[in-house]
């Protein structure tokens, strides 16, 4: 994932004509911070993780985030995501910077008591480097307002009571409303939008969707309101499709009973990964990285993928897709939702204010449609695809900051552009 980044930020650099300097400079994190985590478990055994928090750049204000709790966490993952954050939160123009982090753990393995203890054990080791003004983190992959909560809890030990600390919080913590359902939301409105390019709309619209958690179950109810049809559903124990169209209530009520989508009644039940391959208009990959490679890329059959997982699609993938002429819409404008409706929460707790949903709701609206807007006319003008147009507003957007603060007087040579 750390080389697709790279060969994307590349691509951009290339537009922007970066010389090879300032590209090794803009891609180098800040800070890597690497930690082992060692706990108690409820066997009374000690046993340990390795945590990772990568601050990757804070041109544009304090660095932000997720905190993923997944087996195949690392390093290069961590840096590759922080590294994305950076771009991602330029694109949407909220005033953070890039960082990502997590634990090497396995929840579904954890009792609740397991994985409060890793948590705070992990945030007792980071927390002279996070901070409101520093680095604030946020839900991620297996991580959700309950773990945000803890973090919150632990990290005021140290500093006093802080909720700006993290968001994602639950709502009787500090948190805000419109926050859980923002990255799922954002999808829809980022997709909504290319679709207007095309003179369509959702009616009818078939989709099928990799992950039915946070990101994915939000986006498929919001899509389903607008009137598409989301025709398959995989996570990681299996799938269920229906060409009618799943009940997306159902499936979530069902979801969250036996903790997949596996053996819903209302559909037909298909081997996990091929929802990657449906027969439908749109793809959304809604779980991990490195999803789409050049051994499936040939066999998609969407017109349109929308990335709302991180890093989903390799690039030799995204060659593949380019060749193919379909529309990608890519993470970092795709699944901004998230960290932009955190900037909400964070502003609301600095000033002890709360806003009510359809504030959120609508600014979160105003703002993904202004960065979908931008990246467009940027592909439009340079002739590029939307993830080379949305590097090229995230790198120019960090520059212009790194230069105004004198942060590297070298890159004055992005003021050119
Ligand atoms: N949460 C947020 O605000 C944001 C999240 N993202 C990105 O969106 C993606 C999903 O995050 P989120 O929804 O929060 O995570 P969740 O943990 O809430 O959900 C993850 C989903 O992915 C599924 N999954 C896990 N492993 C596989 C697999 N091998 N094959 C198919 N499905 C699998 C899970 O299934 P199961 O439950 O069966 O394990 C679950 O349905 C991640 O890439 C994350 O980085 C991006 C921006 C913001
Ligand atoms: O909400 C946030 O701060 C960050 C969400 C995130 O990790 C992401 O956008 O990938």
Known sequence: MLEASHVYFHQAADVLELPKHLRGILLAPFRVIKVVVVTEGDDG????????????????????GGLRYHPTVDEEESTA??????????VVDVPFGGAKGGIDCDPHQLSEKELDNITRTFVGQVQDVIGPTLDIPAPDLNSNAKVMGWIMDEYSKFAGFSPAVVTGKPLHLFGAEGREEATGRGVMVVLEEAL?????????????????????????????????????????AGGVSNAEGLAIDSLLDWARRHGTVNEFPGGDAFKSDDVLTWDADVLIPAALGNVLTGDNASDVRAKIIVEAANGPTTPEADHIFKQRGILVIPDILANAGGVTASYFEWAQNIQQFRWELDRSRAELTRIMQKAY??????SRRYQVDLRTAAFVLGIRRVGEAAISRRCYTEVNHLSAL
């Open 45 to 64: 055994k000690l046993k340990h993780h390795h945590g990772f928090r990568v601050q990757h750049n804070r041109a544009r204000g304090p660095m932000k």
């Open 81 to 90: 995501l922080a590294n994305l954050m950076t771009w991602k939160t330029a």
């Open 196 to 236: 207007k390019d095309q003179k369509r709309s959702f009616e009818g619209l078939t989709v099928a969707l990799q992950g039915f958690g946070n990101v994915g179950s939000f986006a498929a109810r919001l899509m389903a309101e607008k009137g598409a049809k989301i025709v398959a559903v995989g996570d990681h």
């Open 373 to 378: 807007r931008a990246v467009a006319e940027i």
